[in-house]
């Protein structure tokens, strides 16, 4: 798929790695970006190929109203997410239930919303925004990991569901970038344009699925290891 000449939407675009996917977007020559956000009012439209959409992810109506105003869309960036911090065994289920109805069902609402728009602009391409978390768990991330690791699932199934109307769907792992959700976490981050980066150099070669550096690299290596290598306890040294 070639970007120039695309028409895009972004969910999650007002910051971070999604803001950083709308500017990838129009460099590469995309001939309109759909921004979408919870509060589209502080999505930056100084370029006049950005559109502000409202979308929450979590608001059916708000993602049915979306795909109706945007039926010209080739590209589908499911950026959008939160990350609740909350524990397994000790905070309220309900909080992890946000996590996963956000990752997951809210993910796969754009998605079935927005295929069939796909469909009929010739199939197009879908890139989800996944985790090294799909894969693994640390300490302190044990809903949002069950809540990525859902949504890789389902990106999987979703890819074999759409083949059939020619659409790509992508699923992009990274460690941690250097965003508003991941500020004060101590650990190496990449930048988020590198992430926009490398994700539309895998569309534009077809590539289902993209590991944006050296920590996603790492793990995916690792799966097919012993799993002890990636939950040793920490060294008393």
């Known amino acids: 798929m070639d970007i120039a000449g695309s028409t895009a939407l972004v969910t999650g675009a007002n910051r971070g790695i999604g803001r950083r996917f709308v500017d990838e977007l129009l460099a590469r ?16 439209t100084s370029d006049s190929r950005i559109t502000p959409l409202y979308l929450d992810l979590l608001d059916e109506k708000s993602v049915v109203d979306a795909a109706a105003a945007a039926q010209d869309v080739t590209l589908l960036v499911n950026n959008a997410g939160i990350a609740t911090g909350a524990q397994l065994l000790t905070d309220d289920l309900d909080t ?17 919303a927005f295929s069939p728009t796909l469909a009929s602009n010739g199939g197009g391409a879908i890139v989800n925004i996944l ?21 890789w ?65 790492y793990v995916k290596a690792a799966l097919s290891g012993d799993p002890a290598q990636l939950y040793s306890p920490p060294s008393e040294n």
Not at 29 to 35: D, S
Not at 96 to 112: A, C, K, M, S, Y
Not at 131 to 151: C, N
């Open 29 to 44: 020559g995309a001939k309109k970006v759909y921004a979408t956000a919870r509060r589209p009012e502080l999505i930056n």
């Open 96 to 112: 992890i239930r946000q996590d996963l109805e956000t990752h997951l069902f809210g993910t796969l609402r754009v998605i079935r």
């Open 131 to 151: 985790s090294v978390l799909s894969w693994v768990a640390t300490e302190g991330t044990g809903s949002y990991s069950v809540a990525k690791a859902a949504e």
């Open 153 to 217: 699932s389902m990106t999987n199934g979703v890819r074999l569901e759409l083949a059939g109307q020619n659409t790509l769907v992508q699923g992009v792992h990274l460690g941690a970038a250097d965003t508003d959700m991941m500020a004060g976490r101590d650990a190496p981050k990449v930048d988020p344009t590198d992430v926009a980066r490398a994700s539309l150099d895998g569309v534009q070669a077809a590539a289902i699925e993209v590991l944006v550096d050296d920590p996603s690299r």
